[in-house]
C-alpha cells in the first residue's frame, strides 16, 4: 500500500467552496475510480488557514495512477469542477508526497 499525501493552498476566500467541493462530490468521485479516502484536515494551531492536506491510499503507484487517469477524465469531476470555479479558481498552490508505511506502522 503506498499513500498520497496532498496539501492544497485555497484561494483567499475561496476555502468554503473547496470544502464544499470536496464534502459533495470530490471524495465519491475518487473512490468510483479506485482512490481510498484516508483522511481530510485543517490546520487548527499552527501552520497556515488556508489550507487542506489529506491522505489517499492505492494498491501501488500503478494503481495510482491509472485512478488519477480515470479521475482527471471522469465527466462529472470535469463539470463540478468547471461549475465550481465559475468564479475563478479554488487551488492557489498544489503539493503531493508518497509515503510508505513502516514496518511498525499500525497502516502496515
Not at 470535469?78 to 498544489?94: H, M, T, Y
Request: charged share 30%; net charge neutral; glycine share 6%.
Amino acid at each position: 500500500m503506498i499513500y498520497e499525501l496532498r496539501i492544497y493552498t485555497a484561494c483567499q476566500g475561496r476555502m468554503p467552496d473547496l470544502l464544499a467541493r470536496f464534502r459533495d462530490h470530490t471524495m465519491r468521485i475518487f473512490e468510483r475510480h479506485g482512490m481510498k479516502n484516508v483522511g481530510y484536515w485543517l490546520n487548527t494551531v499552527g501552520g497556515r488557514s488556508d489550507e487542506l492536506w489529506y491522505l489517499l491510499a492505492y494498491e501501488d503507484m500503478a494503481a495510482r495512477e491509472r485512478a488519477w487517469a480515470g479521475f482527471m477524465a471522469d465527466e462529472e469531476w470535469l463539470k463540478v469542477r468547471a461549475d465550481s470555479e465559475r468564479k475563478g479558481p479554488l487551488v492557489q498552490f498544489a503539493e503531493n508526497r508518497f509515503m510508505s508505511p513502516t514496518d511498525f506502522s499500525p497502516l502496515a
